[in-house]
């Protein structure tokens, strides 16, 4: 008897167990789809602020203010870039902040006088790692 009882129970806790394994799974990949959406919430919050700074700067012909505001969006890139490498970014939300990221670093990359800045902004060896990764590794359209 009680190993008919014990043939019951596997035989009705295996699918429960699969179906609560299926639910957990799927309440992860939410998770992390959620975690995303506020790390690149912010993250372009941040990136927009600094581009309307760097837009008043420029208006306001203060040369000093913007050389500041550029050395800062590019340490927000560098930010961005490590999120992306932390897995941070996922599903469309985390397409989208690549794709931004990518836009940014080829508009950088594409003005002689911004990618001039850009380098006058490295003090050390190890700065925009991040950035010189991203590069060498994600395509904005793969």
């Known amino acids: 008897m009680y190993e008919t009882l014990a043939d019951v129970v596997t035989i009705v806790g295996f699918p429960v167990a699969l179906v609560g394994l299926a639910f957990v799974g799927r309440q992860m990949k939410n998770d992390r789809l959620a975690v ?10 941040s990136i927009m602020e600094r581009v309307e700074r760097l837009h008043q ?7 000093p203010a913007w050389e500041d505001e ?3 969006l590019a340490n927000d890139l560098e930010m961005a870039c490590a999120i992306y490498f932390d897995g941070q970014m996922s599903g469309r939300t985390g397409l989208l902040a690549k794709n931004l990221i990518c836009d940014f670093l080829n508009m950088i990359n594409a003005d002689e006088d911004l990618r001039g800045e850009m380098e006058k902004a490295i003090h050390a060896s ?10 060498a590794r994600v395509k904005r359209d793969a």
Request: net charge positive.
């Open 36 to 45: 995303s959406a506020g790390a690149i919430g912010a993250m372009r919050a």
């Open 70 to 72: 550029f050395k800062e």
């Open 57 to 63: 700067a420029k208006q306001a012909g203060d040369v």
């Open 126 to 135: 190890d700065t925009f790692t991040n950035i010189r990764d991203f590069r």
